[in-house]
């Protein structure tokens, strides 16, 4: 009777929020309207298994949920606190209406096909746990379960997934991820004309296909057994469809049907109900009478009513320090990061100590160290194996075998991935080889930024995003010298200038990383492999590993030629550092000015040591490597404002807002631009 239930309460559940919408008391409106029979599948999967359920497929959440042996009234309540917002919803504090929440049930959001990517990283990153003795989150016969509607079966975040899981199965790896399509041939307004069916399955995906008639409870479950069998038994994915589903109701409440179908054509698909037919079919095999069902029915409208009710009474978030609070993980105190640093100390080699390195040599130093440390750390990117395009990774593959991966050029997928094996127990360094890649990603990215404030911390995908390709350079041109950081709430960005400060940041970083926390590293192109500061020979650029126990916290800002006298402050990052520097030279000889440059790495809030630094100050200059418009250094600006810490004159410099030639650097800051503004 657990899959009747579910199917009850997830009739009464969409109406009631339909009610609660119309009173000015519910906010979300999507829901199933002839999914209701998927409630099978809740019970055929084990309670282990991974589940991302797409918005409509509620009923195998509440069946999950049931099995589970909670009642129904406490997962009413729960699911009615989601509709109308109430900030004891255990799955999003109130922040959005989603299924999910469990140990096992990852939150889908409403981008369509988004839960996608990441299910396939769970089950990739589970069985690569368990092959390289790292913890996983699963057992090693788990499934990874995910389901989209037909329509989304068209988003690139879906193809991505499908392509991605094909090509894993071709290569061997292991991968027992399950697709579920639930096909009701319309897409909000859209009619499917057949596609999924007629051409999409049979002509685009290679793996096994089982179908299950959605209005047949015994079908479903028959199948979607069968299913989970194949994925288990042998670590491959394949996909199920649920067949010929009536959409019984709107898109959402907001739908306007009259303004695509016909008055004939609602009234015919309302006829059409699976949890009638699912009724008759149970009565018909002796299960149970009509009479019982009306009474399980009409008890389960009461519970479902009185949730509502008392939903609607609880608070809401009130205050936008509610909303800020769980933006992020919250931030590992420098004494839990040392502490996690010092735990297992490399030293340098002493044939290193002396020797002197470009910035590149320290990020392969760095990350060798990281993967050395941590077991659980696994380095994936596009043509990382070898090296990568910038030799960051050279030796480190068959140093680390199976922990440095090369993925197949997609971002989106790569992305989806770290999310899935963060979420399986990995600490996954994820490297996209040019800034401008991460455009191909966007959604994906914010997905993973989002996701600690989505589930109240519940759901965290700590990583290290390395973004390579960023800033001056002349070959590449726009597409691989690209200079524009968007920087969403729930990501740390820092960008380092020179090697010992990289390795001792990335120590840093690891571990907030760690901790749950989206950091990314933007790694500058000019800066990697850059000798000489000021002139041929100075080797200014070129420095010694520091001590292992050397570490670098977001807070620290780093000055240059500080002095007592000085009342000008230049503040960079990353290669605007280099560019100050030489300002800062040209501004002492030419113009008998002396400024501080303070190298500020952390971008994606006003560190302590910033604050500090500007005390007293009576001119600020902020140089930023980005465009204007797109630059980190204004946030800096309206923050420092808007806490009085802004100097009187400041100024700032940036990139120019166009898009940067093959073959020159003439759109990037220049020191010339940095002492024009120091001048002004």
Same mark, same amino acid.
Request: hydrophobic content about 40%; overall charge negative.
């Given at each position: ?67 589970? &042996? ?80 037909? &329509? ?45 069916? *007629? ?85 018909? @095999? ?58 297992? @100390? ?9 020797? @002197? ?22 380095? @994936? ?50 490297? +996209? ?38 800033? *001056?350079?002349?070959?590449?041109? !726009? ?7 968007? +920087? ?77 006298? !000085? ?114």
């Amino acid at each position: 009777m657990l899959c009747v239930e579910s199917a009850f309460m997830t009739t009464l559940v969409h109406l009631e929020s339909r009610i609660s919408s119309l009173v000015g008391q519910g906010f979300y409106t999507i829901g199933p309207c002839g999914e209701e029979l998927i409630s099978a599948v809740g019970l055929a999967l084990r309670p282990t298994d991974a589940v991302a359920l797409h918005y409509r497929h509620l009923a195998a959440q509440f069946s999950r949920q049931l099995n589970s &042996g909670r009642s129904h009234e406490s997962i009413l309540l729960d699911r009615a606190r989601g509709h109308v917002v109430s900030s004891l919803d255990p799955i999003t504090g109130g922040g959005h209406c989603c299924i999910g929440g469990g140990q096992y049930d990852y939150l889908v959001t409403s981008t369509l096909a988004s839960q996608a990517p990441p299910a396939v990283g769970r089950a990739l990153g589970a069985h690569l746990a368990n092959a390289i003795g790292a913890p996983s989150h699963f057992p090693t016969d788990f499934v990874s379960f995910v389901t989209v509607g037909d &329509g989304s079966i068209n988003h690139s975040h879906f193809l991505s997934a499908i392509n991605f899981t094909e090509y894993a199965n071709f290569r061997r790896y292991k991968c027992p991820v399950v697709f579920g399509v639930s096909d009701n041939d319309i897409a909000i307004s859209l009619p499917g004309y057949g596609w999924l069916k *007629k051409e999409f399955v049979q002509n685009r995906v290679s793996m096994p296909v089982y179908y299950a008639d959605g209005n047949d409870l015994l079908d479903i479950w028959k199948n979607m057994n069968d299913a989970l069998a194949y994925s288990r038994k042998w670590s491959k994915p394949c996909m199920i469809v649920f067949t010929d589903l009536p959409r019984r109701f709107g898109h959402a409440a907001t739908d306007r049907q009259s303004a695509y179908l016909t008055a004939d054509q609602i009234k015919d698909v309302a006829r059409k109900s699976p949890v009638e037919h699912m009724c008759a079919q149970l009565v018909d @095999l002796g299960v149970v009478t009509y009479a019982e069902l009306e009474q399980k029915y009409l008890d389960l409208w009461q519970k479902t009513e009185i949730a509502f009710a008392e939903a609607a009474k609880e608070p809401k978030i009130k205050t936008r320090a509610e909303v800020s609070s769980r933006t992020s993980a919250p931030l590992l105190p420098i004494e839990e990061s040392i502490a996690l640093n010092n735990k297992s @100390l490399l030293p340098v080699p002493e044939k290193e100590k002396s020797q @002197l390195h470009p910035m590149r040599k320290h990020m392969t130093f760095v990350y060798d160290e990281i993967l050395g440390k941590y077991p659980q750390t696994v380095y @994936l990117g596009e043509d990382v194996t070898h090296g990568g395009y910038y030799l960051v990774t050279e030796g480190l593959a068959k140093k680390y075998p199976r922990r440095v991966t090369d993925f197949p050029p997609e971002e989106t997928v790569l992305v989806g991935a770290a999310m899935g094996y963060a979420q399986a127990g990995l600490l996954p360094i994820l490297e +996209i080889p040019y800034a401008k890649y991460l455009d191909c990603a966007a959604d994906m990215f914010f997905e993973a930024c989002i996701m600690n404030w989505l589930s109240i911390g519940k759901q965290t995908n700590g990583m290290l995003v390395r973004l390579q390709g960023f800033g *001056k350079g002349v070959f590449g041109g !726009n597409f691989h010298t690209h200079n524009i950081l968007s +920087i969403p709430p729930g990501l740390d960005v820092v960008c380092y200038s020179n090697g010992p400060d990289y390795i001792r940041g990335m120590r840093y970083s690891i571990t907030q990383a760690m901790a749950g926390r989206v950091v990314m590293s933007v790694d500058c192109t000019n800066l990697l492999n850059l000798r000489h500061l000021h002139e041929d020979g100075d080797k200014g650029l070129l420095k010694a590993y520091p001590e292992p126990d050397e570490i670098l916290s977001w807070d620290e800002v780093i000055p240059y030629g500080k002095s007592e006298k !000085n009342d000008l402050v230049i503040v960079a990052y990353g290669n605007s550092v280099v560019t100050s520097l030489k300002a800062q030279k040209l501004l002492a000889r030419d113009h008998n000015i002396h400024a501080t440059v303070v190298d500020c790495p952390y971008l994606s809030d006003v560190p302590a040591g910033l604050l500090k630094e500007l005390e007293g100050i009576s001119k600020v200059v902020f140089v930023d490597d980005c465009k204007t418009g797109q630059n980190p250094f204004a946030g800096f600006i309206v923050r420092l404002r808007k806490q009085k810490k802004l100097p009187a004159s400041w100024g700032c410099v940036t990139a120019e807002p166009t898009y940067n030639p093959l073959g020159t650097s003439l759109t990037f800051v220049d020191e010339k631009d940095v002492i024009q503004e120091c001048l002004s």
